[in-house]
């Protein structure tokens, strides 16, 4: 069962804090498994299922179009598992020593699959380049109907995803890397045919040299994402100028907003701290809803921490100062 509160203190006539925590910040683990999480599992079972195949497949062919299409299903598999793993851990309650509860375990984990790729990549290009100066025989039939397998597989996995929420941006990032492995089986599958019926057998390392720039993609953009995250970055699509001027506008009673940050603990989880100069001090509660309202209803930041400065801002230091005025 989830749970909200908010609660504020003032100190002497100095500032006060409140604090808002959305519905899902505490979220306790269910008993049973989500209908996302079963959608999410099955997906990923399929997947690793395939990448075995295809792997083995790949090794009694010689087709090295297969292997990187492997290794690009074990990306998918590896996304895949986190997604589950994390919608199963953000549902795991805070505790003292984490009082922001596991949510960030999939970013770390993604940071360091990200990293893995790169020297995957490299295999893939030493060993295609060999290959085109030194064609090997390849079993065109095997090739082509474990290519075909892989590329009903993935149909079945994109069919399994397809409906999420728009906003569950977890099972979107997953389906987005089945969508690059498809692309990757239709590639294997051309190669299989070129192979079999032209007697190209360059097609097979020029395009695993594709799929490979496919697996560059993902990884470059999941170790950027995820390195932005645990730099605390803003997240994506906000901007905080934008922020400040809407939270000027939530209410009358504020004056001022300033000393704003934003950032997020995972896909999704996002949070904010603010400053607030009110022009009446006693109307601190209606100021505090405002803003937790704007927050959360425009810009998706569920938890969210507001101090109300009473007078001058207290942290000149950090920057309070800076915060442009708008009376």
Known sequence: MSHSHAHSHHDGDRHGHAHEHGAHDHAHAGAGMSGRERKLLVAFVLTALMMVAEAVGGLWSGSLALLADAGHMLVDALAL??????????RRPADARRSYGYGRVEVLAGFLNALTQFALVAFIAYEAI??????????SGVMFIVALAGLLVNVAVLRTL???????????????HVLGDLL??????LAALAVRWLGWLWADPVLSLLVSLLILNSAWRLLRRSAHILLEGVPEGLDTGEIELALREADASISDV???????LASGSRMATVHAQLRDDSHGAT???AINRVLGERFGIRHVT???DSGHCPDHAQGCASGRRSD
Do not use: C, K, Y
Request: zero cysteines; glycine letters at 8%.
């Open 287 to 289: 100021a505090i809803a």
């Open 258 to 264: 300033h000393h704003l940050h934003v950032w997020q």
């Open 162 to 176: 397809h409906g999420h929420d728009h906003d569950d941006v977890n099972v979107a990032g997953a389906a987005l």
């Open 130 to 139: 060999e290959r085109l100066f030194t064609p090997t025989p390849i079993l």
């Open 184 to 189: 990757g089986s239709v590639a294997a599958v």
């Open 81 to 90: 598992l986190l997604a589950v793993l994390g919608a199963w851990m953000a």
């Open 306 to 308: 507001v101090q109300i």
